[in-house]
């Protein structure tokens, strides 16, 4: 078993799957406290709402098991969301590993379309999460909240303003595009983050 992924009530876990099984790894889909601790690796993804999704991780105590992760951790689209302090998404307090709050986009003055849906470019890249990853690689997105580049910033997209892409503290890893539907540049997302000491 190359990874763990969290089970909660989000989706995209089976494209995830999916993903992994592309590259030759495997995962298991679980809830299980001692199963994620023990994990070499902890795939956080979801699609879905932000309060929501808090409130399933609260009730199951998830999110005191995720904050205390010591192997690398990478939360994907809302799971990295959920991993910053704050989500305007229904005035929600999220996990709080990293220090950066998440908004919605305002269309209002240049009109573009919310949520953004489709391929846009990443740049900026600072971490070993990005190795053998070009600057300005595309990579697929679906989403209508962003983090603000901040301290935890290693990757950047453009999209009415600058946002962060992906953020890293510590172990904890977080990318606001979906890897498992980003063609070779998410593959090799994926590669390297279950390749991390």
């Not at 690796?41 to 904050?67: C, H, N, Q, W």
């Not at 950066?100 to 953004?116: A, H, T, W, Y």
Request: hydrophobic content about 35%; aromatic content about 10%.
């Amino acid at each position: 078993m190359d990874a763990v992924i969290v089970k909660y009530n989000a989706g995209n876990i089976q494209s995830v799957l999916y993903a992994l099984e592309r590259i030759g790894k495997t995962a298991v889909v679980t809830d299980d406290h001692a199963m994620i601790r023990s994990a070499r690796r902890v795939i956080f993804p979801g699609v879905g709402e932000a309060s929501s999704a808090m409130r399933y991780l609260r009730e199951r105590k998830l999110d005191e098991t995720i904050r205390k992760l010591r192997q690398p951790v990478l939360g994907i689209c809302l799971g990295m969301q959920l991993m910053c302090e704050y989500s305007e998404e229904n005035d929600t307090t999220c996990l709080g590993i990293f220090e950066e709050k998440v908004r919605k986009f305002d269309n209002s003055l240049l009109r573009v379309k919310v949520p953004q849906i489709g391929w846009n470019n990443i740049f900026d890249l600072k971490s070993e999460l990005f190795e053998s990853v070009p600057q300005e690689s595309y990579c697929y997105f679906v989403h209508g909240y962003y983090a603000s580049v901040g301290r935890h910033t290693i990757a950047t997209t453009e999209y009415t303003l600058p946002y962060s892409s992906a953020l890293q503290k510590g172990n904890f890893y977080g990318v606001q595009f979906h890897p498992e539907k980003s063609a070779g540049v998410g593959e090799q997302i994926l590669k390297n983050f279950l390749s991390l000491k």
